[in-house]
T-cell receptor, first 112, second 113 residues
Framework: DAGITQSPRYKITETGRQVTLMCHQT?????MFWYRQDLGHGLRLIYYSAAADITDKGEVPDGYVVSRSKTENFPLTLESATRSQTSVYFCASMIGFPDTQYFGPGTRLTVL | KNQVEQSPQSLIILEGKNCTLQCNYTVSPFSNLRWYKQDTGRGPVSLTI?????NTKSNGRYTATLDADTKQSSLHITASQLSDSASYIC????????????FGKGNQVVVIP
């Protein structure tokens, strides 16, 4: 009964490196989301996916890439990490719109 | 302009006391409104969902209200406990072709003994 998991939970990287954050859900929910949470901003949507092979930009997509080849996985890639991408990243899933979102535990990313 | 405004931004309350958090929104057309609780270091968890026809809904010591005419919601915490220390996030869903979710920045509640 894993639900929704994220890995790694903590990551430190350097500017310019590529980083991939993983998100996996066991419910076969159609929708998946990536958010970043920063002090003073709350949760901001980076990308979302309504189904496998369907993704769309959110509020702050620049510098991020997503893919969804399988329903259960929704990885987020920072192609060339910048210090401004230091944040806590949350993945979420939803059965359909607009049902309850189920959030993962978060990944704390630090870019030096 | 943020379509969901929450107030107060933060508050400190004594254990056992009540408090009320506010959420004002401009999202349209309205589908539903959810309150999430986010403990420090964890992801948000849904507390309640309010649809257009619902005025009040309770979940234990949490009671949410909705006034769809004035586009306001509140979350009332009764007899607060230390475990209520968290951020409470209001999320409003818009329906229709432009399905979207609008997030408030959260109310940070600290309960002290």
């Amino acid at each position: 009964d894993a639900g929704i998991t994220q890995s790694p939970r903590y990551k430190i990287t350097e500017t310019g490196r590529q980083v991939t954050l993983m998100c996996h859900q066991t419910w076969s929910h159609s929708y998946m989301f990536w958010y970043r949470q920063d002090l003073g901003h709350g949760l901001r949507l980076i990308y979302y996916s309504a189904a496998a092979d369907i993704t769309d930009k959110g509020e702050v997509p620049d510098g991020y890439v997503v893919s969804r080849s399988k329903t259960e996985n929704f990885p987020l890639t920072l192609e060339s990490a910048t210090r401004s991408q230091t944040s806590v990243y949350f993945c979420a899933s939803m059965i359909g719109f607009p049902d309850t979102q189920y959030f993962g535990p978060g990944t704390r990313l630090t870019v030096l | 302009k943020n379509q969901v405004e929450q107030s107060p931004q933060s508050l400190i309350i004594l254990e056992g006391k009540n408090c009320t958090l506010q959420c004002n929104y401009t999202v349209s057309p309205f589908s539903n409104l959810r309150w999430y609780k986010q403990d420090t270091g964890r992801g948000p968890v849904s507390l309640t969902i309010m649809t257009f026809s619902e005025n009040t809904k309770s979940n234990g010591r949490y009671t949410a209200t909705l006034d769809a005419d004035t586009k306001q919601s509140s979350l009332h915490i009764t007899a607060s406990q230390l475990s209520d220390s968290a951020s409470y996030i209001c999320v409003v869903s818009a329906k229709g072709g432009n399905n979207r979710l609008a997030f408030g920045k959260g109310n940070q509640v600290v309960v002290i003994p």
